[in-house]
């Protein structure tokens, strides 16, 4: 895909300003300004004189905001947030994986201690059989506050009271956040409502623009609603652009591509200019 939005008139390089930053989980969205590898850390951004947010990675929002420090405190707090979720799972993983090995090895060490009763000679004056058996009801007793493993419990009971104040904490931030984030889409949506239909046609037929993927001839090419259409340059009119639809070729030739891609829209909405 590609949208050269850096390189395109009109569009303001700097003076933006930063609305919220989003952490997508993996690197899955291509960045609106430069068009550059898949960004994980989303920085929404807003400009009085474009009518668009963009969503953009950390170097460009650093260049747009003319704030880096700002705005790489903005994404460290989502790397932040992330590494805990991250070191959070893998104590939980480890926490089960010694549970389980506990249990395993209470099992087998009752096992043994009943075999072991089992094949001795019962003597009401010895107290041996009591001891152990008093034994096999208190170990691998995690709740036993005074065998180590009792200890090592209270301490991750403590860690884990500690891990969900911090979840809380995050918890709130987010919510928060998504207060802030509702409110900004309301304000973008009435910007929206306010603006006339001719304003509203030419954003859309900009934004058509976009996400063209690019072929192995260096054609920009989509599907839309199960349809095909390729933009190519004119072999005979190397400054001329036309498409084709579904394998259909198109009589007339336009100034530049995204001339030829705004004509598809045209033609698939009906619009006349």
């Known amino acids: 895909m590609t949208r050269l939005v850096w390189n395109k008139p009109g569009i303001p390089h700097t003076d933006w300003e930063s609305l919220y930053v989003v952490d997508l989980g993996a690197p899955a969205w291509q960045c609106d300004m430069c068009d550059n590898k898949p960004i994980r850390y989303v920085h929404y951004l807003q400009h009085s004189a474009y009518p668009r947010v963009l969503k953009v990675g950390y170097v460009c929002a650093a260049k747009m905001t003319g704030d880096p420090e700002g705005t790489k405190a903005r994404e460290l707090v989502l790397r932040k947030a992330a590494r805990r979720r991250i070191a959070a799972e893998k104590r939980e993983e480890t926490k089960r994986f010694a549970a389980e090995?506990?249990?395993?090895?209470?099992?087998?060490?009752?096992?043994?201690?009943?075999?072991?009763?089992?094949?001795?000679?019962?003597?009401?004056?010895?107290?041996?059989?009591?001891?152990?058996?008093?034994?096999?009801?208190r170990t691998w007793d995690l709740s036993y506050s005074s065998s180590p493993g009792g200890i090592a419990w209270e301490k991750d009971m403590q860690l884990q009271e500690e891990e969900d104040e911090e979840d809380e904490r995050l918890r709130e931030d987010q919510r928060r956040a998504d207060g802030e984030h509702r409110a900004e889409t309301a304000e973008i949506q009435r910007k929206w409502q306010a603006m006339s239909p001719a304003q509203r046609l030419n954003i859309q037929r900009e934004e058509w623009t976009y996400d063209w993927q690019i072929s192995a001839k260096g054609n920009h090419y989509r599907h839309h609603k199960g349809r095909h259409f390729v933009v190519f340059q004119n072999r005979k009119k190397c400054d001329q652009w036309s498409f084709q639809v579904d394998g259909k070729f198109a009589r007339k030739t336009y100034p530049s591509r995204d001339a030829a891609k705004i004509a598809i829209y045209d033609a698939l909405h009906g619009v006349t200019v």
Not at 105 to 127: G, I, M, S, V, W
Request: aromatic share 10%.
């Open 101 to 137: 090995k506990m249990r395993l090895q209470a099992e087998r060490f009752q096992a043994e201690t009943r075999e072991r009763l089992e094949n001795c000679k019962y003597d009401p004056a010895d107290q041996e059989i009591y001891y152990i058996e008093e034994e096999i009801s």
